[in-house]
């Protein structure tokens, strides 16, 4: 069974996290950045954490709900596809700004849907 209120928690926290910590990783491993990164850097950082924030309430109301497996789930892959699309991609975060608010946004219609 596919669990699209879950895959979005997981791209929302993990796309946020890419997107609030890519600058300060690029600017110690020299990597490049983008417009937004550089000129909109505390814009960017507050996309970020918004996205953060929704995917772990969503981790929240799953464990909450007695689902407590699926919600230290959201949390662990969230981590772990941020370092994936940080640490692998490089210019993740790019992308992630574009990918971060769209989950996020998507996630709250079915938080209430």
């Not at 407590?68 to 981590?79: E, N, S, T």
């Amino acid at each position: 069974m596919f669990d699209l209120g879950f895959v979005l928690a997981v791209g929302a926290f993990g796309w946020g996290l890419s997107l609030a910590s890519y600058r300060l990783l690029a600017e110690r491993c020299g990597w490049p950045l983008g417009r937004w990164q550089a000129e909109r850097h505390i814009l960017t950082f507050a996309i970020g954490l918004a996205c953060i924030g929704l995917g772990v309430l969503a981790a929240f109301l799953r464990l909450w709900a007695g689902d407590v497996w699926a919600g230290i789930l959201v949390i662990l892959f969230g981590i772990a596809w941020a370092v994936f699309w940080t640490g692998f991609l490089h210019t993740g975060a790019q992308s992630a700004l574009l990918l971060a608010p769209a989950a996020a946004l998507i996630l709250l219609t079915r938080v209430h849907g």
